[in-house]
């Protein structure tokens, strides 16, 4: 049993949340795990101020986080680059991140107690902007790096470059390079192809383009990717995994890559990629 303490994180805004989390902590304890919770859920268990969540990151064996996949898309970025194991449990709602639903909580202390979880290492998207020469932006995705027309009603021009190569010139509503664990998110919805975790693709998916042969792009996680948009284009956004948009000016360069971290999401060892998609997208194998 490992001597590092189990952090605690939840969604304060979800139903029952302070409920579950104190159960939580009770059945750790029982089990004679040391706990350490965020600031944001500390007061749910009436223990004090808690600690910040690149705290959690730096000392604990493995974070749960209580919420749906944006709740555990936010703690990946305030990691930080400490990043360390991440145990979801489903309290939001259609969750292909979190491992068990909040039902499952006991199975979900007893696997994590005992050390019978599986770790799916999770690839990242290095996402840098470079402006006159000097770089404004620096981060990374789990799931995708979004870049749209923001609030204008109008298509985009947008130059894409493999590998110091033209690709095309996007005119679209914008687009989307995913990670294998985004490809189930707005890439799927944009209609691109769901890519299995360890894959070691990206995914290039353009949001209506006006070219009909413009379609999704499967390419490997080694090549290095360069969006910039074209002469003369006004109010576009970047967002990386949905957090706060970055605007974008003509000229700049959206530059993405894989990045050196991974995100080890734990996983029940009876739960496998193939039967989270049959489960989530209800894929019955019949028309009813």
């Known amino acids: 049993m490992s001597s590092q303490p189990i952090g605690l994180v939840a969604h304060s805004g979800k139903p029952r949340a302070a409920e579950l989390v104190k159960r939580l902590c009770a059945?750790?304890?029982?089990?004679?795990r040391t706990l350490l919770l965020d600031h944001g859920t500390a007061p749910l268990a009436g223990e004090g101020e808690g600690v910040s969540v690149e705290e959690l990151g730096q000392r604990c064996a493995v974070v749960?986080?209580?919420g749906g996949d944006g709740s555990l898309l936010r703690l990946v970025h305030q990691?930080?680059?400490s990043i360390c194991p991440v145990f979801g449990i489903n309290h939001g709602s259609l969750g292909f991140l979190t491992c068990v639903n909040s039902l499952a909580w006991q199975q979900a202390v007893d696997a994590i107690c005992s050390g019978e979880y599986v770790l799916s290492p999770r690839s990242l998207l290095s996402v840098t902007v470079e402006?006159?020469?000097e770089q404004i932006v620096d981060?990374?995705?789990?799931?995708?790096v979004v870049i749209s027309r923001g609030r204008h009603s109008r298509l985009i021009r947008l130059d894409t470059f493999i590998d110091g190569i033209m690709l095309t010139q996007y005119n679209a509503d914008g687009l989307i390079i995913a990670t294998p664990t985004g490809s189930t998110a707005y890439s799927l919805s944009a209609g691109g192809p769901v890519i299995m975790p360890q894959s070691g693709v990206f995914v290039i998916t353009p949001i209506c383009p006006h070219v009909l042969t413009n379609r999704?792009?499967?390419v490997g996680d080694q090549s290095e990717v360069v969006v910039s948009p074209a002469e003369d284009q006004h109010g576009i956004v970047l967002a990386v995994d949905g957090q706060e948009p970055v605007?974008?000016?003509s000229g700049d360069r959206i530059c993405l890559r894989k990045s050196a971290l991974q995100l080890p999401l734990a996983?029940?060892?009876?739960?496998?990629f193939p039967e989270v998609l049959r489960e989530k997208l209800k894929w019955s194998g019949t028309a009813i």
């Not at 981060?139 to 995708?144: M, S, V």
């Not at 996983?267 to 496998?272: F, I, K, R, T």
């Open 27 to 32: 059945a750790f304890r029982e089990k004679g």
């Open 64 to 66: 749960v986080v209580l």
């Open 79 to 81: 990691f930080g680059h």
């Open 131 to 133: 402006r006159d020469g």
């Open 139 to 144: 981060c990374f995705g789990l799931n995708d």
């Open 216 to 218: 999704s792009l499967v």
């Open 247 to 249: 605007k974008i000016r």
């Open 267 to 272: 996983m029940l060892p009876q739960l496998s």
